[in-house]
């Protein structure tokens, strides 16, 4: 399978501040890439996406940002709360895979407050 | 509208034992996916389904697990049997074809 990693595996940040989440993917080819969140004792929830002909999509708080370059994703979560606390992870599609989505290994985010 | 369910969301066995985790997709989505997730790693597919067939099964261990969608709507993964490494949260997920996936909220796996 594809190899997608993060960065950074742990984040903290202060309540109130921005926060970036890194992603690098491994298929130059991949054209669509998902961020979810993770919460203790639930599945990954969709939070924003992006398809390759695009370097920028905002959504309610949240922007993702996409460098085919240097294969790097990232995802900026503005403001950040409490409720924000969780394990970000990014996933990649290549393409001809019949939809398949690639993990990488999660960042944890813990927003003090 | 309703999520993906999944039951049961907690089971406890010993190895050797089997299992058998049950998914009820969102209606009307064609792709179903099973995942496993082992504590602190991503989700890692095991199986990807299109209707009732198997687009790819290719990290799917075939000599214990086995996974059915014959209706193309519910799907059932089995292992069978259990082995320590096998503990973790299976993470059933659907989408409409070429869409983003949704997930369930899991079914954590302890084999003892």
């Known amino acids: 399978g594809e190899s997608v990693g993060l960065h950074l595996p742990t984040l903290s940040v202060q309540e109130g501040d921005n926060s970036i989440i890194n992603c690098a993917y491994s298929?130059?080819?991949?054209?669509?890439f998902i961020w979810y969140k993770q919460e203790s004792g639930k599945g990954p929830q969709f939070i924003i996406d992006?398809?390759?002909?695009?370097d920028k999509r905002q959504g309610q708080r949240v922007t993702v940002l996409l460098n085919k370059t240097v294969k790097h994703l990232s995802l900026q979560i503005a403001a950040t709360q409490p409720g924000d606390s969780a394990v970000y992870f990014c996933?990649?599609?290549?393409?001809?895979?019949?939809?398949?989505?690639?993990f990488g290994t999660g960042t944890s985010l813990t927003v003090i407050p | 509208e309703a999520g993906v369910a999944q039951s049961p969301r907690y089971k406890i066995i010993e190895k050797r034992q089997s299992v058998a985790f049950w998914c009820n997709p969102i209606?009307?989505?064609?792709?179903l996916y099973w995942y496993q997730q082992i504590l602190g790693q991503g989700p890692k597919l095991l199986i990807q389904?299109?209707?009732?067939?198997?687009?790819?099964d290719s990290q799917l261990p075939k000599d214990r697990f086995s996974a059915e969608r014959l209706k193309g709507v519910d799907s059932t993964l089995k292992i069978q049997p259990a082995k320590l490494e096998d503990s973790a949260v299976y993470l059933c997920?659907?989408?409409?074809?070429?869409?983003?996936?949704?997930f369930g909220q899991g079914t954590r796996l302890t084999v003892v």
């Open positions: 997920a659907s989408s409409l074809v070429g869409q983003k996936a949704f």
């Open positions: 996933a990649e599609k290549p393409p001809n895979t019949g939809n398949q989505f690639y």
């Open positions: 389904f299109q209707n009732n067939g198997v687009v790819d």
């Open positions: 298929n130059s080819a991949s054209d669509y």
């Open positions: 992006i398809r390759s002909n695009m």
């Open positions: 209606s009307g989505h064609a792709t």
